[in-house]
């Protein structure tokens, strides 16, 4: 399994932006298929972003709008951009990667709260606090 690792992560105020990122230890293969997810104090683990190589991207619906995924494949990195963070966005986030890939018909045929099953390589996570 691919190595992840995150950084980035740190404390805020609300409404302040934080970019994380992710490097892989290999590369990510021509189909890939990465995320982040993130778990709260007392909560199970959610998904926040989906990107495939088809460039596909989900959201969960409580970031659409204020954080965007993205990827250089080319430098086995992966990144999080999250902008007007909000309290309840305090997580640890992981990123993740699936060997098999996601294609389009496989992410929208998952629901969501299962997503995370699709990926099968997972970073130690990167904590992320926000201050109202």
């Known amino acids: 399994q691919v190595q992840l690792v995150e950084s980035g992560g740190g404390s805020v105020q609300a409404g302040e932006s934080l970019r994380l990122s992710c490097v892989a230890s290999?590369?990510?293969?021509?189909?890939?298929?990465v995320g982040w997810f993130r778990r709260a104090p007392g909560r199970e683990r959610e998904g926040v972003a989906v990107?495939?190589?088809?460039?596909?991207?989900l959201y969960a619906d409580s970031v659409k709008g204020r954080f965007t995924i993205s990827s250089d494949i080319a430098q086995n990195t992966l990144y999080l951009e999250m902008n007007t963070l909000r309290p309840e966005d305090t997580a640890l986030y992981y990123c993740?990667?699936?060997?098999?890939?996601?294609?389009?018909?496989?992410?929208?045929?998952?629901?969501?709260?299962?997503?995370?099953?699709?990926?099968?390589?997972w970073g130690p996570g990167a904590q992320v606090t926000v201050s109202a």
């Open positions: 993740a990667a699936s060997s098999s890939g996601c294609p389009p018909a496989v992410l929208y045929g998952v629901p969501w709260s299962s997503v995370d099953g699709l990926f099968d390589s």
């Open positions: 290999e590369y990510l293969g021509e189909y890939f298929c």
């Open positions: 990107l495939n190589s088809a460039e596909t991207t």
